[in-house]
């Protein structure tokens, strides 16, 4: 019998709206799946395309950016930037076979904790529909290649 699919989802979040609304959706109780963990950053534009890359290359099923709605960034452009680079990001993950909708970019202010909860949950189901990421097979292969004996 198969296990069930758990999948491992990255969300970068900037400090100022997304963190914040992740918040407000804690304190206000709200039911978010808890198969995502947050990486709290000073701006969305701090978010490296690399760094989504990585993330994939270690085993991310899937991969949020989270960022103050365009015109509100504390750092006044660095959301338009974030839009630039992750559109740009998008057409380079279907290069690489991943499917574009293991990537998303999302804005989300301080005060829309019941936005960050759906749109959270939305795409949990949506990488849950997905399946595992193609990349992660790559890697528990080769764990599993270091982990057996050499032999000789």
Not at 8 to 37: E, M, T
Not at 102 to 129: Q, T
């Amino acid at each position: 019998m198969s296990e069930p699919f758990i999948p491992k989802i990255i969300v970068f979040c900037c400090n100022w709206c997304a963190y914040a609304g992740a918040d407000l959706a804690g304190v206000s109780r709200l039911q978010i799946k808890p198969h995502f963990r947050i990486i709290r950053t000073l701006c969305s534009a701090r978010v490296d395309p690399e760094f989504i890359m990585y993330a994939f290359r270690k085993g991310a099923d899937g991969v949020m950016v989270a960022g103050c709605h365009p015109g509100d960034c504390h750092y006044i452009g660095g959301n338009y930037r974030t839009r630039r680079r992750m559109a740009l990001l998008k057409s380079m993950l279907k290069q690489f076979g991943l499917n574009t909708d293991r990537f998303r970019l999302e804005w989300v202010s301080a005060s829309e904790g019941e936005k960050f909860a759906r749109v959270v949950n939305d795409f949990i189901d949506r990488i849950v529909e997905l399946g595992p990421s193609p990349f992660g097979k790559i890697n528990n292969r080769d764990r599993r290649r270091k982990d057996e004996p050499i032999s000789g």
